[in-house]
């Protein structure tokens, strides 16, 4: 059974830095894992992803500079480094697994954990 927990959300002020964990479990293959962020009363987004090998990664344009995404392959674990956190970017960041497929869309992850809240205050 696949199951992807995330950790490391919390409540910060503007400028601050929070670094996201997503830990995976009952993987077999992953061609990558992204993060996604849902605000109250938005659609979700994409936020970042890490191809697993060779560990190319991807950005929306409102984190890049900001955000950086990486991964463990030994700990089957992906990380996102949230720096200059901004009132904007609070929202429920939600990790997933895609086999294949584009990075940048939902429909591509097939597996999903259950979110973190991440509060900037300004």
């Known amino acids: 059974q696949v199951q992807l927990v995330e950790s490391g959300g919390g409540l910060v002020q503007a400028g601050d830095s929070l670094r996201l964990s997503c830990v995976a479990s009952?993987?077999?293959?992953?061609?990558?894992m992204g993060w996604f962020r849902q605000a109250p009363g938005k659609e979700r987004e994409f936020v970042a992803a890490?191809?697993?090998?060779?560990?190319?990664?991807s950005y929306a344009d409102s984190v890049k500079g900001r955000f950086t995404i990486s991964r463990d392959n030994a700990k089957n674990t992906a990380y996102l480094q949230m720096n200059s956190l901004k009132p904007e970017d609070t929202a429920v960041y939600y990790c997933?697994?895609?086999?294949?497929?584009?990075?940048?869309?939902?429909?591509?992850?097939?597996?999903w954990g259950q979110g973190t809240q991440v509060t900037v205050s300004s």
């Open positions: 997933a697994t895609a086999l294949y497929g584009s990075v940048w869309v939902q429909e591509s992850y097939h597996y």
């Open positions: 890490i191809r697993w090998n060779p560990g190319s990664t």
């Open positions: 009952g993987l077999i293959n992953t061609y990558a």
